[in-house]
């Protein structure tokens, strides 16, 4: 929509999948057997203004169906809520900077991922990537967003994360 100057991109996700867990944390006792479904649906619209300034937005709601209530935990079970909304403007070739609540992902995601399954994770973050020949760099600073099924989620500013990654493609 919108000719050359604007492309506008709805989307929208819906995943549902079973599990079944018997005796979970290894506690005879317990008697945690239960069955459950897990769904998560995802709604966003990215905009790119004169094929440069490009802003995203990405609502989630995601749910645990069970009763057992140890299966309702926030990695599974999150109202309606912002999941990303950032903006991204280059600042010269091959510069970029990206700031607002988003994901962010390096190498094996071992210290930095988005945990894809259920709610995942976000950050409230400025990031700057460099794109030389051959090479990617970031450099990162902001905070995680706190999961809270009951209010609108939001970033846990007593933990502040700063990084940088950079890898060779080339």
Same mark, same amino acid.
């Given at each position: %929509?919108?000719?050359? !100057?604007? =492309? ?8 549902? &999948?079973?599990e ?12 945690? +057997? ?9 709604? =966003?619209?990215? /905009?790119?203004?004169?094929k ?11 749910q =645990?169906?069970?009763?057992?209530? #140890? +299966? ?5 079970? @999150? +109202? ?5 909304? !950032?903006?991204? /403007?280059p600042?010269?070739?091959?510069? $970029?900077?990206? #700031? ?5 992902s390096?190498?094996?995601? $071992?210290?930095?991922?988005? =945990? @894809? !399954? ?8 400025? &990031?700057?990537? !460099?794109?030389? #020949? ?8 902001? +905070? ?7 209010? %609108?989620? /939001?970033?846990?500013?007593? @933990? @502040? ?10």
């Open positions: %929509a919108g000719g050359d !100057w604007l =492309s506008l991109k709805i989307r929208g996700q819906l995943r549902t &999948r079973y079944f867990r018997s005796e979970f944390d290894f506690n005879d006792s317990a008697g945690e +057997n239960d069955g459950f479904v897990l769904q998560r649906t995802r709604v =966003s619209a990215d /905009a790119t203004a004169f440069r300034l490009e802003v995203f937005a990405e609502g989630q709601d995601t =645990s169906i069970t009763a057992n209530v #140890a +299966n309702k935990t926030s990695s599974f079970e @999150d +109202n309606f809520d912002l999941r990303q909304l !950032w903006v991204q /403007a600042l010269g070739e091959p510069l $970029r900077l990206k #700031a607002g609540r988003q994901e962010l390096f190498g094996d995601e $071992r210290f930095f991922g988005v =945990s @894809d !399954w259920g709610v995942g994770r976000t950050f409230n973050a400025l &990031r700057a990537t !460099w794109v030389p #020949a051959g090479w990617a760099v970031d450099a990162f600073a902001g +905070n995680v967003v706190i999961v809270d099924d009951n209010n %609108a989620n /939001a970033p846990d500013h007593r @933990d @502040d994360v700063y990084g940088a990654y950079a890898s060779y493609t080339g």
